[in-house]
């Protein structure tokens, strides 16, 4: 059967515990909510990062106080940060890669959004894309609209990415591209002449995730995507009640399609990274001692 790597995206920028009291917000729960989601069968973790009062954060310390606990405690998982811009400052959104996680989102064009323009302007990309090879991490881009496969086609031909990225279609954001099925298909047919080495997975948001999960899957996405930061619900009346709960959802939708969920070292070669897992990223010292004190020591994290 053909393994399928399965990425949680366990936080995001805008849900809040008011919504949902499983999204994950401190460090220690980033963590704790990561190893849940490994052990239910998770490859891949996407992580934002936030302030203690929720806020969208960039704070690199975070970022890689996150990043420890999942070396220390999902051992080969894929760590993958966000530079995305809801709520951030632009120059500090790439500010974390210093840390060189295993690979980092990269938005190659603004967008509509449901109450703002989500900005990507040609210099900041250039900057982010500059930062992730710089610091040899791997992109994936994020597909908000047809163009953007455009603007990382740019890229590629100036250097800055290589021909073998791992492209996310993101359909059902109000504002930006619905989730209709045939415009999956127009997206797969436009990037497999731009990027015919590209590996390529789709994420439905809110109601949406499970059913554009199975467009991808029957499609032969490499990868799925699930988490609280896309949907913290499984249906009108029911909130999932963590993380591991919905990637154990993903992993039976990917068992339906006769496929199964990859380990650590087959998503590692499917998306084209070491084998191994990360050593730790330099400053890991002043990283712990930076969050040391009350809820915020990571050794007291039982994940």
């Known amino acids: 059967m053909k393994p399928v790597v399965v990425a949680v995206a366990i936080t995001g920028s805008v849900p809040r515990k008011a919504d949902n009291p499983a999204v994950p917000i401190t460090v220690a729960e980033q963590i704790e909510s990561t190893h849940e989601a490994y052990e239910a069968g998770a490859t891949l973790v996407?992580?934002?990062?936030?302030?203690?009062?929720?806020?969208?954060?960039?704070?690199?310390?975070?970022?890689?106080?996150?990043?420890?606990?999942?070396?220390?405690?999902?051992?080969?998982?894929?760590?993958?940060?966000?530079?995305?811009?809801?709520?951030?400052d632009p120059a500090m959104r790439g500010s974390a890669l210093v840390h060189a996680p295993d690979m980092a989102s990269l938005s190659t064009g603004s967008v509509n959004f449901p109450t703002i323009v989500?900005?990507?302007?040609?210099?900041?990309?250039?900057?982010?894309?500059?930062?992730?090879?710089?610091?040899?991490?791997?992109?994936?881009?994020?597909?908000?609209?047809?163009?953007?496969?455009?603007?990382?086609?740019?890229?590629?031909?100036?250097?800055?990415?290589?021909?073998?990225?791992?492209?996310?279609?993101?359909?059902?954001?109000?504002?930006?591209?619905?989730?209709?099925?045939?415009?999956?298909?127009?997206?797969?047919?436009?990037?497999?002449?731009?990027?015919?080495?590209?590996?390529?997975?789709?994420?439905?948001?809110?109601?949406?995730?499970?059913?554009?999960?199975?467009?991808?899957?029957?499609?032969?996405?490499?990868?799925?995507?699930?988490?609280?930061?896309?949907?913290?619900?499984?249906?009108k009346t029911e909130r999932a009640r963590s993380n591991a709960h919905l990637v154990s959802l993903a992993c039976e939708a990917i068992d339906r399609h006769g496929l199964r969920p990859a380990t650590t070292d087959e998503a590692r070669d499917i998306l084209g990274l070491p084998d191994r897992a990360k050593s730790r990223p330099k400053g890991h010292d002043r990283v712990r001692s930076r969050w040391t004190g009350g809820q915020r020591h990571l050794e007291e994290s039982r994940c």
């Open 118 to 235: 989500y900005e990507n302007h040609v210099g900041l990309v250039d900057q982010l894309a500059s930062s992730m090879k710089a610091f040899g991490v791997k992109p994936e881009i994020e597909i908000f609209d047809l163009s953007h496969l455009h603007g990382a086609r740019r890229l590629a031909d100036a250097g800055l990415i290589d021909d073998r990225p791992h492209l996310q279609f993101v359909m059902g954001i109000r504002n930006a591209m619905p989730a209709i099925e045939r415009l999956l298909d127009l997206l797969i047919d436009e990037a497999e002449p731009l990027f015919p080495m590209a590996t390529w997975t789709a994420a439905g948001i809110g109601r949406h995730q499970s059913e554009v999960m199975d467009w991808a899957l029957s499609r032969g996405a490499d990868a799925v995507r699930t988490g609280l930061e896309d949907n913290i619900r499984i249906s």
């Open 46 to 88: 996407h992580i934002h990062v936030r302030e203690d009062d929720e806020t969208p954060s960039s704070d690199p310390y975070r970022f890689a106080a996150v990043q420890d606990g999942v070396l220390r405690h999902c051992p080969g998982m894929i760590i993958q940060f966000s530079t995305g811009g809801r709520g951030r």
